[in-house]
Every structure is written in structure tokens, then in C-alpha cells.
């Protein structure tokens, strides 16, 4: 079941029925316009998943979300792609693809952590508003979900790959597992989230810990050796730019887990004078700090697969179960097995909630844009792990280096025009100097953002493919990037900022400088549900305000209020209450 619109129904005949005024009869108390179904107006599930986050929502601290936040990246996939990378292209080549990719994700990832904390906007509300357009942003959640149940397919490979070695879990079997288990989880959202990722962090600290602690005894001239690794493939321990530039492709190709670090920081209570400091640190931590643990992550695996190469093959390094045996065996013996199996599936479970809670959310927003309907975010988890099942049961571990490399060149295009929005388009203004998300102030696309990461994406893939030679395909994201952080300001310049805002929105100026009140609340004259004011809209059609998630799915105002907002009626004038100036720190900062 969907959200449903009431409208009047006909007699046969043309006539409408008889009111029960009529017959004398005292009439019930008419319902909202619009209704939705249990799970999508249950917001202890639901999160908020199309809409803005409010404050009362926003009920934890800094630290809260920031461990929740940084909980998902405890993935091991970072451990696969490390290794590949330094087997492929040798040691010298593959410290700097990982480093300089790092860089570049911590980079674009400040601006963008910083404006899902300060407004409550997940990454897809952010990336309308900052140059993409309302359904200009369609596309990149389409490329968001795609993120989401790729890696769970690659996490899920690996956990199925432990449960394997530790029971003899057949591998098709354990894809299926690994994707069940999840699902209660998640259903439940970010509460349940939290729980779990805060439980099982002892675990994960000490698996993560304890098999570079026997190597540091055990073998102690191991990194020494690792130094000098020439990699599986000929490349050699020297630097390579090609290996370099095919290197860094593969890395950041991890560049969008900045939009799952968003989903949790869209929950960071408001920034205030008493907490800034506390807030400033949570917000970096959380967001582009992850990469930093990350790009460690990615060293730290190519070095316990290099260690235990000899003993269990390429293949099996490249698994990260079995360089985990190996590295605890002089230490744990027989119980090394079971002990890096329970490390594995608390690292997979870990980051495939977030994987599936990420994905649902994407999903969400994509679904309700097409089609107006939103059964709630729940019935998109079983979509994204369907699709993440399929590709499991297809094998894509094997394909690993080659996918993550053609995904990185849309991925970059995508996350560097946003990132070029916020930190260049709006300081020179061409851009608004915050976030519109909401359908009824948006273009349907923009040009800037969108252009940029639409010809910065085709130029990178036709290069990925050789088109442009050997150099240009190695070096096919780095084309991506520069093209993107060039086109966006260049186009918003060029069009002078005409195409971010369909029309004013009547009180984002004093939201902006907190002057108002926006934790007051606005019943939406369709669901009839009171939500704070920077999640509503004025609404010439339905002559009142309306919050923004009955905006995106009204299929029958034909987009009246941007397309001839005076054809519709006067403007509707919202009630804003001001508030005292020396309160106006309870606003989130900049």
C-alpha cells in the first residue's frame, strides 16, 4: 500500500452525493487530502528518508553520530581493494593511488559533510539544490544506489567467503545469508543502527588490531620485505604512472561513501556556541575523517596479503579471511580460524546495514520522483539487496579491479561537481547561499551541476576505454575530476545562476540568517501533519503550506507555482515567528 489522494467521488449520472448537512445529518470531521501507508508515515523507521531532518528529530549528540557514522566503514572491502592494487601495480605505485586518492576524497568530502550536518540533508537533497535540480538529481541516485548494492555485493562476498572457510557454508548459500541477515536491522532504522554499530565496535577494534600486533612479534622484517614488493603482475616495486593512474582509479571509486557518512550526519543536533567545537570535530571525523582510517585500511590489507601470499596463494590473499588466519595462527593456532571468521562477519554486518539503510534511502528518492508514489523506505531495502543478490550470485569478486575503476570516473564526475557548487559557486554567488531542496523553488534541471557531471562523465568513460590512448585511460578519473571542478562554476557563471531557483523562497532568507524561528512548524494543508519550516513549501494550488515530501508527489498541481506562479493565485503569505536575537544561536552555524 501507497500514499492515497481523496478526491470527491460522482453520482452515476454526473451528480455528486448529498452532504450530510443536507440530510440533516452532522458531519464527520474531514481527513487529510493526502494519507500514506503505515511504514512511510512511521518516522521511527521511515528517518525522515525524503525530507528534511527536524530538530526533534536530531535527538542525539555529536559523538553519537559521529561513532554511528564512522561504525560503517568497518568494512573489509577496503582490505580486497588494497590488495589488488598493490599485487597489480607493484608497492610503489599503489602507496601513492591510495594516498593521493585519500586526498582526494577528504578534499571534497569537508564542504560536503559540513552542509548535510548544518541543514539535515541527505546527500540526494544536498546534491539537488547544489547545481543539479530537482530532477537533474534523479540520475545520481540512481548512481548512489548502484554504489550502495555494489559494495554490499562485495562485502557480502567476503563474509560469504568466512563463513565458508570457518563451517563449510557452501558460497551461494552464504550470499543469501549474508543478505538476510541484515534486513531486520535496518528495517528498523537509525536507532537500531546506532545500537548496533556502538555493540559490536569492541570486536571490530580488537579484530581489526590484533593480527598487525603478532606481526609486529612474529615477523618483524615483513614491512621491510613489503617495501620492495614488485607485485604479482611484473610491475615492479618503482613508480609507474600508469600503474599510479589506474591505481587511483580503482581507489577512489570509494569516493561516494561520503553520501553514507550524509545519511548519518544529517542527524548531528544543531551547532551552537556550547557544543561548535565538539560539532566542528564530529562533523570531520565522520565525514572525510573515514577516509583516513580508510586509505590505512587499504595499506594494512595489502600488507597481510602480502605476508601471507606464499602460503595460500593470489587468490586467497586477495580474500581477506585468509591473510587473517594466517597473520593470528602464531598466536591463536587452531582457534585463529573461528576468531577471524567472527572478525569478518562483524566487519561485513557492520557496513552492509549502512549499505542497505543507504541504499533505501536512494532508492526513495529516486521512485518518488518518477512515479509520485512512496510506500515508505522499508519496501526499497528488499529491491537494493536483490540487485546486491544478483550480483553476488554472478561472481563480480572476480571482476573487482575493472568495475571499481569504470564506476569511479561517474562517481568522481558526481561528487566533485557538488563539492565545486558549495566551496566555489556560492562564495562568487552564483549559486543560493543555501540549500533548496524542496520541487516547488526548482528547475527541473541545472544546468551546472548536472552538465558538468554529465560531459565530465562521458569524456572520463570514453577515455577509460582507450579512446584517447594509454595515458588518458589510466588517467580517466583524473580527467573526471578536473573536467567537473572546471565545467560546474564555468556554466553557473555562464548562465549566471538563472537555473538554481524557479522562484524565491519566501522565508529562506531569514532561515539563512536566523532571524526566525525554523523549528516552528507549518501543518501541511495535505497530510495535515505539522513539520518544522525549512521542510515546507508555500503552495499557490492547494492555498496554504504544504510540507516538502506532499510536493514531490503531487502528480495533478502541474508545477503551477514554478511555471506561472501568478496564474495560480496570489502568493500564500506563511506566518514566520521571529525570534529574540540572543537565541538565534540555536540555529545551526555555518
Not at 563463513?163 to 558460497?171: C, E
Not at 604512472?241 to 580503482?250: D, E, K, N
Not at 539503510?357 to 536512494?362: Q, R
Not at 512515479?371 to 572476480?398: D, K, Q, S
Amino acid at each position: 500500500m501507497t500514499d492515497t489522494v481523496t478526491t470527491p467521488t460522482p453520482e452515476p449520472g454526473g451528480g455528486t452525493s448529498q452532504t450530510p448537512e443536507a440530510l440533516g445529518e452532522v458531519a464527520p470531521p474531514p481527513g487529510p487530502r493526502r494519507s500514506y501507508a503505515k511504514l512511510a508515515a512511521d518516522e521511527s523507521r521511515e528517518d525522515y528518508s525524503l525530507r528534511y531532518a527536524p530538530h526533534s528529530f536530531r535527538r542525539w549528540s555529536p559523538a553519537t553520530v559521529a561513532g554511528t557514522a564512522l561504525g560503517g566503514i568497518a568494512y573489509l572491502a577496503d582490505f580486497a581493494i588494497g590488495a589488488s592494487i598493490v599485487f597489480t601495480y607493484g608497492f610503489g605505485s599503489g602507496l601513492a593511488s591510495i594516498l593521493t586518492a585519500a586526498a582526494i576524497i577528504f578534499l571534497t568530502g569537508i564542504p560536503i559533510a559540513r552542509a548535510c550536518a548544518k541543514y539535515g540533508l541527505d546527500m540526494d537533497l544536498i546534491t539537488r539544490g547544489a547545481g543539479f535540480g530537482y530532477f537533474g538529481s534523479t540520475l545520481t541516485s540512481l548512481i548512489y544506489a548502484s554504489f550502495t548494492f555494489i559494495f554490499f555485493a562485495l562485502e557480502g562476498s567476503i563474509m560469504a567467503q568466512a563463513m565458508h572457510q570457518a563451517v563449510g557454508l557452501p558460497v551461494e548459500i552464504g550470499y543469501l545469508v549474508t543478505t538476510l541477515i541484515v534486513i531486520p536491522i535496518v528495517f528498523r532504522g537509525m536507532g537500531a543502527l546506532a545500537k548496533v554499530q556502538a555493540w559490536t565496535q569492541p570486536i571490530w577494534i580488537i579484530g581489526m588490531v590484533l593480527p598487525f600486533a603478532v606481526l609486529a612479534f612474529e615477523a618483524p622484517d615483513a614491512w621491510g620485505a613489503f617495501g620492495s614488493f614488485g607485485g604479482t603482475e611484473g610491475a615492479g616495486a618503482g613508480f609507474s604512472w600508469i600503474g599510479f593512474g589506474l591505481g587511483t582509479g580503482v581507489a577512489l571509486s570509494l569516493i561516494a561513501q561520503i553520501g553514507e557518512q550524509a545519511d548519518y550526519l544529517r542527524f548531528m543536533p544543531a551547532k551552537t556556541e556550547t557544543n561548535k567545537r565538539r560539532w566542528n570535530l564530529a562533523v570531520l571525523a565522520a565525514g572525510p575523517g573515514w577516509v583516513v582510517i580508510g586509505a590505512a585500511k587499504q595499506l594494512g590489507g595489502a600488507f597481510l596479503a602480502f605476508v601471507a601470499l606464499e602460503a595460500v596463494g593470489k587468490t586467497h590473499a586477495l580474500e581477506p579471511i585468509a591473510p587473517q588466519i594466517e597473520a593470528l595462527k602464531p598466536w591463536l593456532g587452531s582457534f585463529a580460524l573461528p576468531a577471524a571468521a567472527l572478525f569478518v562477519i562483524v566487519s561485513q554486518i557492520k557496513i552492509n546495514v549502512t549499505n542497505a539503510y543507504s541504499g533505501s534511502l536512494s532508492w526513495s528518492n529516486f521512485f518518488s520522483r518518477v512515479t509520485h508514489r512512496h510506500p515508505g523506505r522499508v519496501w526499497y531495502i528488499f529491491l537494493n539487496l536483490a540487485i546486491a543478490l544478483t550480483l553476488m550470485e554472478m561472481n563480480m569478486f572476480a571482476a573487482l579491479n575493472k568495475l571499481l575503476g569504470f564506476y569511479s570516473n561517474v562517481g568522481i564526475a558526481w561528487i566533485v561537481a557538488v563539492a565545486a557548487d558549495l566551496v566555489i559557486n556560492k562564495r562568487a554567488g552564483w549559486s543560493p547561499p543555501y540549500i533548496e531542496f524542496k520541487r516547488a523553488y526548482l528547475y527541473a534541471v541545472n544546468p551546472a551541476g548536472f552538465g558538468a557531471m554529465v560531459i565530465a562523465s562521458v569524456v572520463s568513460i570514453l577515455a577509460f576505454f582507450g579512446l584517447f590512448g594509454r595515458y588518458a585511460e589510466a588517467f580517466s578519473t583524473f580527467i573526471a575530476a578536473g573536467l567537473s571542478l572546471a565545467l560546474c562554476p564555468l556554466i553557473a557563471w555562464a548562465t549566471k545562476g538563472r537555473y538554481y531557483l524557479a522562484r524565491p523562497n519566501p522565508v529562506a532568507a531569514a532561515v539563512a540568517a536566523a532571524t526566525v524561528d525554523e523549528r516552528a512548524t507549518h501543518t501541511c494543508a495535505e497530510c495535515e501533519t505539522a513539520y518544522e519550516l525549512p521542510d515546507i513549501a508555500d503552495c499557490p494550488v492547494r492555498s496554504g503550506p504544504v510540507c516538502s515530501l506532499c510536493c514531490s508527489l503531487d502528480a495533478e498541481c502541474g508545477d503551477v507555482c514554478r511555471k506561472d506562479p501568478e496564474g495560480a493565485g496570489s502568493p500564500v503569505l506563511m506566518p514566520v515567528p521571529t525570534v529574540p536575537r540572543a537565541t538565534s544561536e540555536a540555529a545551526p552555524g555555518a
